[in-house]
């Protein structure tokens, strides 16, 4: 006993030990690491022109990878920018840690997130970011010039000043440009197994019937394999929240049915009341109860479907542009490979072009001049182009092909880029930094000239190409999710979560159409009609 | 003889029953762990694999072990685990001791207290100011002191106290012992058991925690080994969030999967491993000596 | 005595009651200063509740709120969706939850053999320590149409169709339970073994000498003497009943297996609040729906409590 006191008493004393000393050492350790907002530069100006302006960048992204600042890229642009970025970013896929952040006031200088996070409303209202459109004026005006006009367009706060600067918007100039990627990576598209389709003959599948049939007859000579499958990449999407249709949302642009319809005079109504929608359910509905059509295209994730398209699990896959080329093909079967399939004629892939992220400025920023001065370069050629494609020389250099200059990568850093993505992106640094980037010049070095492109991506882009729109307006007139507006929004999403597989997985065309009245029904009572009448106003505060 | 039978029976039915039971409890580790350890394109290629891995390689484990801040966090998290345990364990018994005296005066009162704490919580913006205020944010401290107590490790304490027959402090007070001296001399040796358990739980609650790490400190070198591993897992999958619209070359999305269930593998080893020297505490019969007295 | 002189008697008695105990009185002290501080003056952030809480302005200037949100949660029909499968799901799992651990903790006790035994309790424990991310990767393989659960059961004849058990509203809440318990049974089964690695082996020495069989001597003193930690563990079950129980893993499994298929019954009112509150920013409406559910915990708690003070004499107060 006396032996086991001894013991306890030697750990009580230890844990105290550590105990009192932890709080003096890291008091130390605590006061260096609060957030200081830049304040580093020191008393003197002609010194503080010396020293590296420090720059606190928060990302809200969990995923964001913050050794950036130590890739060859991210070393170049410090070193000629004359900064030191010290990055943090969101620890979850929530946005907790901002609202930690606003909460406690302790913002860093540069917050990046989704252009539409709630939290922007509250760091304006509460008065702790300073409205870019001014900051710019003042600082460095050439980043007007140095950026695109819509980028100081539509993104004015109800005071009507601006207070963030958005990123990777599509404009109808970048539509124009030869060497822009019109069809992009992302963008839906289906593609029916090779030797399925040559052994159904062919058919025409650009109509609703076409398709139908020809999944019935491909059913009956492969009973094994499901009909038609659509993965999601993101589980969210609904019918009443801007975004591209992706994944299970993918069929109703086949209808050219999107979010908004905006009616000649002026007007926007949902989708849902699209006169061609009762034309997708029943489609729909007939493709599920025929069993040409499995219910695990509303749930399986990502990975999943991935999987299956390895496998060749499926007759009809509808994805997006990047899962197809010529080399995928599939397990059971290795020369058959997937035949890209046209959009219905009403088909309609809508992308509003509006941008991803919102870069905001604290109003405690210590030399507001120089940040102004670092953004100025972020948005000039040169910083676009060491944050779009590395250093010139070393990670890619000018090549003239088809009689443009067009930026490629070197030989070597091809070579890295296509066999391990991950690791040429953190030995070149490159789209790791994207709060400025401006789509079109990020996405030219991907960007594949005529002659670069394979016959088979030149068949993909010619299907997709013709049923693209896109109109910035429409990708920034959803309300403020704290707004009576807002909530109606989000109570719509929740029934368009339920009704969609009810209305498509229904015992019968008749059934079908009756739960597409009563999904109308309770919208108009949640209060759609009030949402589409804020869109109306809105967009046209934009015209 | 019918003694003999009735034991035989059972013997073999609870060790049947119990066989399944590990096989069904184990073997979704074990199919991790021969996942972790298969290639994981070939997963993605050819499905399930069941007894094996069928493309062994250590890549998984590589990935996550390259990953430098996986070793300091390592430490940290071991020192969190013991200082915070020890500090828990002890400070939970001493609170929990008096509770145990139905003659407490106060006793319901400090009860209904604790009870009320165990449901109702401010939420994490409330928290974080506090911690802030108290200037607890990005320290070490704050993965200990806001541990301390839990009170649903008090109850199991309160509760185990309380089943000690009262002869033994009786006669302990009889010979002139304070209640410090009764709870320190008598009663935490005899509580071998429960302090076992409380540690255990202690112990997991920090081998396990990232969320204060997550939102209470911004320091690299604070990182705990969870958050460590979420976050290679979050970083993964954003390269190939990039791949998809940043056009930042062909990521292999495949690995995700795979590093997941390696990461599983690197938190549960130390667990597992350091369990079996707490079982003994679990042994039937600890208090044969002192009751009798 | 007057009213006047029972007060002195009782101040008296206490006073004399504190010095009595001052030892215990001061170590009771540190727990209480420590739950005021991280417990209670956080838990004014309750308030904000009826508060239109902006958390840069703080409580004292944000709008003030009153019932708003409450009449709100109580208008909305997904609200009540929402808790009726919150009641649904915690039930189901709260049944299996109680009765395996403990049924497991006896038979594990039983075994002789003590190699087996420290294994087979190995083995149990460990799938506690499975992040609910990897467990639901798994089961949701497993149980898809052409997962290992369907080979099963066709081979062995139970079903011939083989079906997606998570892709509809119905088998929800079952499989939830199952993979639960699965998961934290061995786990809980530790307070058990605990409390029974108390019980002194001479009470079973001598009623084998009265000639008790196996089961006779788990049903009169292994139960008995568990008496008290079973009831306590019921009581904090029962209270924690509508998070899922002790792990409280209901909003993980709704979040990690719920997908549109099963929506229906899988959106709990913990979804709702992240769904409808936390992700939208709307934090006053959150924590109305936060404080719903923590006065309901607290309820059960209590109910619990008394019913058990009343019928077995164990209580927490």
Known sequence: MSKGKKVVSILMAVTMAVVFSGCQSNKNAESSSQPATGTEATASSAQSAQEPLVIKHFYNYDWFNTDWTSSPSGQEIQKQANVKIELSKATSGDNTKLNLMVASGNIPDLITTNKDDPNIDLMIKNGIVLPISDFIDQYAPEIRKQSEPEVFKYYNYTDGKQYFFPSFLVTPYDLQQSDYNAVSGGDGVSAIRSDVYEAIGKPDMSTPDGFFNAVKAAKGKFPKLTGWYFGAFNKDLTFFKAGEFQGYMFPATQFGIHVYDVNADGKLTSGVRNPKFSEFVKFMNKMYTNGLMSSESFVDAQDIKEAKKQKGDTIVLSGIVNDFNETVKTQDNPEAGWVPLPYFADGKYFKDGSGWTATLVSKKVAEPERLAKFISFMTSQTGRELDAYGVKGVHWEMKEIDGKQVPRRTPEFQTLSETDGSKYQKETGVSTYFAFSDDYIHGRMAALTDSEKTDYRKSLESIVRPHKEADIALGLIHPLSTSEEGIIQIKLNELSKTYYPKMVMAKNEAVALDTYKEFLKKAEEIGLAKLEAAWTAKYAEFK | MKGNTEDKFINIVLVVLMSIVTLVTLYPLYYSFIVSLNDANDIAEKGFIYLFPREFTLENFKIVFTESKLAHSFLITGARTIVGTIASVLFTACVSYPLSKKYLAFRGFYIRMGVITMYFFGGIIPTYLLLNSLGLIDTFMVYIIPSLYSFFNAILFINFFASVPDALEESAKIDGANDWYIFWKIFLPLSAPILATVSLFYGVQQWNSWFDAAYYTNLADLATLQLVLYQIISQAQGAAIAANYLGAGKQNINIIDSMKYATMVVSIVPVAVAYPFLQKYFVQGMMVGSVKG | ?317
């Open chain 3, 1 to 317: 005595m007057s009213k006047e002189a029972e007060r002195k008697t009782k101040h008296s008695r206490i006073g004399k009651s504190l010095r009595q105990q001052k030892y215990l009185q001061l170590m009771v002290l540190p727990g209480l200063i420590w739950l005021i501080v991280f417990c209670y003056i956080p838990m004014a952030g309750l308030f904000a509740a009826f508060f239109d809480y902006n958390p840069y302005l703080g409580i004292l200037k944000s709008p003030f709120a009153g019932f708003t949100h409450f009449k709100e949660l109580f208008h909305d029909e997904l609200f009540w969706n929402s808790v009726r499968n919150m009641f649904g799901l915690s039930l189901t799992k709260t049944v299996f939850a109680i009765l395996m651990p403990i049924l497991f903790a006896l038979m594990l006790n039983e075994i002789k053999n003590v190699t087996l035994k420290k294994i087979v309790q190995t083995a149990s424990y460990l799938p506690h320590f499975i992040s609910w991310v990897v467990v639901a990767g798994l089961f949701i393989m497993w149980l898809n149409t052409d997962g290992i659960v369907n080979h099963v059961l066709v081979s062995l004849g139970f079903t011939n169709e083989p079906q997606a058990h998570l892709n509809s509203p119905g088998g929800f809440w079952i499989w939830m339970a199952i993979i639960d318990t699965w998961k934290e049974t061995g786990w809980w089964a530790i307070i058990y073994l605990a409390a029974i690695a108390a019980i002194p082996v001479e009470q079973y020495e001598s009623a084998v000498m009265d000639g008790a069989g196996r089961i006779r001597r788990m049903i009169s003193i292994t139960i008995p003497s568990i008496k008290s930690t079973i009831m306590i563990v019921v009581i904090l079950s029962i209270g924690s009943m509508i998070y899922g129980g002790l792990s409280g893993s209901n909003l993980q499994q709704s979040l990690l297996f719920g997908n549109s298929l099963n929506y229906d019954n899988s959106m709990i009112l913990e979804t709702y609040i992240v769904n409808m509150g936390l992700s939208q920013g709307r934090f006053s409406y959150a924590i109305a729906a936060g404080l719903i559910l923590s006065l309901l915990s607290f309820v059960l708690f209590s109910g619990a409590n008394t019913i058990s003070r009343k019928l077995t004499k164990t209580s927490l107060y």
